[in-house]
């Protein structure tokens, strides 16, 4: 039997169809490292498990009983990996013939990197352009917001999503598309993982901000493509945007102490602001959708609030 040298670590929930597709796209080609398949199905209510274990008896699925989110889902594939190198792998992606074996073979050809992430794609073929630099407190202050309309807050956000990138070269980046990437099992397990605090959103950030502060480097290989459904994923569930913020406050309280979470209770606040006047201005003449509007706003609010 031939030493496992690739884990791939999917995660599913309720992507039942996306999920088979994903296992297709692995199974079709023989990969020239070889490679094990642990899928952690996160308590679907769609019968992904099942189906999971039905097509592919080969993969080692665990079943958990509820909805334990990325970064602790990922982590508990991750434990059990055996190969000397670990991907972490989206339910919603096709890895297309090669891909994650040129993954492998540059981290092993250059051992100054703990990174490599591929080209996402659309089902059309088209370029993705997901990869991000480090957010900044101007990038918190500017993205989705008002300020991104105008100089310097349009700086601010085309700095951070890399709009000077085309996506269609390979480059070392700050933080390439959490979808999918390949990284040595031993340096996930010294860095400990994914943050769990950082249940849903900005584990990803975190970890290659980590992984830079250690001097490591992180490479965009775009010769490897990787056909994504963008937010198949997450695009289901309710509670995602107040996840988002719940999580962003924790990041950047991680990373700059205090004055990072008062910075994006602030900034929330402008937000809050921001949309609450848009949704009296698009609504001026419709006062009973104003008042519905405003007051799911204030829900959202409430519930931020006691997260």
């Known amino acids: 039997m031939s030493t496992v040298e690739l884990s791939v670590v999917v995660l599913s929930w309720n992507t039942k169809d996306l999920t088979l597709a994903c296992l297709r796209a692995l199974f079709a ?29 080969q993969v080692r699925l665990l079943r958990n009983p509820d909805n334990r989110l990325y970064a602790a889902g ?24 090669g891909a994650l074996d040129r993954l492998v073979d540059f981290l092993r050809a250059h051992p100054d990197y703990g990174i490599a992430a591929p080209r996402l794609s659309d089902p059309d073929g088209s370029v993705q352009h997901a ?54 099992t031993a340096e996930w397990r010294q860095l400990g993982g994914f943050d769990e605090v950082l249940s849903l959103f900005y584990n990803d950030v975190d970890l290659c901000l980590r992984l830079r502060r250690a001097g490591r480097r992180i490479r965009y290989v775009a010769e490897a493509e990787v056909m994504h459904h963008r937010g198949a994923s997450t695009k289901n569930f309710a509670r995602m945007l107040v996840l988002w913020h719940k999580n962003r406050s924790a990041y950047y309280g ?29 609504n001026r003449h ?17 519930e931020l609030r006691a997260s």
Request: with cysteine; proline share 5%; glycine share 8%.
């Open 286 to 302: 419709d006062p009973g959708r104003k008042k519905a509007e405003r007051d799911h706003l204030a829900n959202a609010v409430k």
């Open 131 to 184: 990869c991000q630099r480090f957010p900044t407190l101007g990038t918190a202050l500017c993205f989705d917001s008002f300020w991104s309309t105008f100089w310097p807050g349009s700086r601010s956000v085309a700095r951070y999503l890399m709009r000077d990138f085309d996506h269609v070269h390979s480059c070392d980046v700050d933080q390439p598309p959490g979808a999918c990437w390949v990284l040595r």
């Open 29 to 57: 080609e023989t990969p020239a490292h070889a490679r094990e398949v642990i899928v952690v199905d996160n308590g679907s209510a769609d019968g992904s498990a099942d189906a999971i274990a039905a097509a592919f008896p």
């Open 254 to 282: 991680k990373h700059w102490g205090l004055l990072g979470r008062l910075w994006i209770r602030g900034c929330v606040r402008l937000r809050i602001w921001e949309e609450w006047w848009k949704i009296g201005r698009r």
């Open 74 to 97: 990922n982590n508990q594939g991750a434990a059990l990996a055996k190969g000397e190198f670990v991907c972490t792998l989206n339910s919603d992606t096709e890895v297309r013939a």
